[in-house]
């Protein structure tokens, strides 16, 4: 079988397109890719309607360039070789299929590709049963529809530009090993020149300019309260002296999970010992009077 269809890109960019094998696959009208399949090789269920009949096939694909058909400058007379393999799901047929892509420059109905496709197929089972018109038919009817999908695929995902693709990415710069000679750098540091402002100042004006970095105007005064030592103890009230005293050394955890002190420490519950000692010795001494009227009562009642 023979049969032509038409893209509207370039040959090249056809061409590259129809080197990868996922998009070929992708493009087939009726296809179920794997999502685990390999993408040189994808994986998949196919339903193809060949009259008024559906059969599905599970398979592969992959694709080849041959190598007696090298492209030209603009990759015209490209030749692209698509094989595939697939068995009946239900059912024991099996099929198999060879097309030959060759590519060409069009003019109608605009600028684009021609793709020339000539194949065979060779299959048994249901495939078998179905006549030469309605199998050649389909096929038609295949390539038109994969043509259309490569159509909305490249505008979707267009391919890479050449050029782009040789271009080396950022990672893929080489960066130079760094130096190990002490010495090497010894050329960005200059000593400087007589001439220079900082050779002309001498150990006097640089004394000069550390006291007016450390001036008592330039420098914030130390508060009492947040120093420490006796002397900000005895600036500070009591209470905040002894807190302080206790939290040096602590460690954080310890600061945060440690109860309150002074006036804000917490006020123990009142003591209620009394009242339960009393009522623990209160119901044996119950109970033996209890007793002891129950006896007195018997021995009360035989005398009678």
């Known amino acids: 079988m023979e049969h032509e269809v038409y893209v509207p890109f370039p040959v090249g960019t056809v ?12 493009c087939v009208p009726g296809v179920q890719l794997d999502a685990e399949a390999a993408a040189h090789r994808p994986e998949g269920r196919l339903r193809l309607r ?11 694909l992959t694709v080849s360039e041959p190598g007696d058909g090298a492209p ?15 068995t009946e799901t239900r059912g024991d ?24 496709c000539a194949g065979t197929v060779h299959g048994d089972g249901r495939l078998a049963e179905a006549t030469d018109r309605s199998a050649e038919s389909a096929g038609r009817r295949l390539l038109d529809r994969f043509a259309e999908n490569l159509t909305e695929d490249l505008r979707q995902r267009p391919v890479p530009d050449a050029g ?20 090497s750098d010894e050329d ?25 970095l450390v001036s008592e105007d330039r420098v914030p005064e130390l508060r009492a309260e947040h120093a420490y030592g006796p002397e900000a103890d005895a600036a500070a009230p009591a209470e905040a002296a002894h807190a302080r005293r206790t939290m040096i050394g602590r ?15 917490p006020v123990p ?21 209890l007793a002891s009227a129950v006896v007195v009562g018997r021995v009360l009642r035989r005398r009678r």
């Open 15 to 26: 061409r590259q397109a129809l080197t990868e094998p996922e998009r070929v696959a992708r």
């Open 50 to 60: 060949i009259g008024s009949s559906t059969i599905t096939y599970r398979g592969s």
């Open 72 to 86: 030209g400058a603009d990759g015209a007379d490209a030749a692209v070789t698509v094989e595939a393999k697939g």
């Open 93 to 116: 047929g099996a099929v198999a299929l060879t097309l030959t892509v060759r590519l060409s420059p069009a003019t109608e109905p605009g600028p684009g590709t021609t793709l020339s």
């Open 164 to 183: 782009q693709a040789a271009r080396p990415g950022v990672f893929d710069a080489e960066v130079p090993p760094p130096s190990l000679d002490p010495h």
């Open 188 to 212: 960005a540091a200059e000593p400087a020149g007589p001439g220079d402002p900082a050779d002309a100042a001498g150990p006097a004006d640089t004394a000069d300019a550390l006291d007016d």
């Open 251 to 265: 460690s954080a955890e310890e600061v945060d999970h440690a109860p309150p002190r002074g006036r804000y420490a």
């Open 269 to 289: 519950a009142p003591e209620t010992g009394g009242t339960s000692a009393t009522l623990r010795w209160a119901a044996p001494a119950a109970a033996v009077v």
